[in-house]
């Protein structure tokens, strides 16, 4: 199954640059990283990156995080994926950038 992260570029870059991250301040301050399934997605870009250029979409193997990674209550009770470990390189499957466009974030093909 693939999930998502929704990383600015210099987070990005720091992730390639270490191989790893702990993801971007939300992130560090609630102890774990923080992604998407397909259906959540939208709501999160528009809830917590709004207006904001220069975003990256990384796509995620659910099934290489292993124990680590907890399905848990969130926005409206609905179960998110919460990765209790850094989020390495080799869980990422793909990344693209994420053009805003009209004040929205075009995610396209999730495929």
């Known amino acids: 199954m693939q999930i998502y992260k929704v990383l600015r570029a210099p987070e990005w870059a720091q992730m390639q640059r270490d191989g790893q991250t702990a993801g971007a301040p939300v ?6 990283v923080h992604l998407s399934t397909a259906e959540q997605l939208p709501v999160t ?3 917590h990156f709004a207006n904001v250029d220069g ?5 995620c193997a659910a099934e290489r995080m292993g124990a680590e990674l907890r399905w848990e209550p969130s ?5 998110f994926p919460h ?3 850094p989020l390495a390189m080799a ?10 466009q009209d004040g929205r974030h075009r995610t396209g093909d999730l495929a």
């Open 27 to 32: 992130d560090l301050a609630d102890g774990y």
């Open 45 to 47: 870009l528009e809830k």
């Open 55 to 59: 975003l990256v979409l990384l796509a």
């Open 75 to 79: 926005r409206g009770g609905a179960l």
């Open 83 to 85: 990765l209790y470990r």
């Open 91 to 100: 869980d990422v499957l793909w990344s693209r950038p994420l053009p805003l």
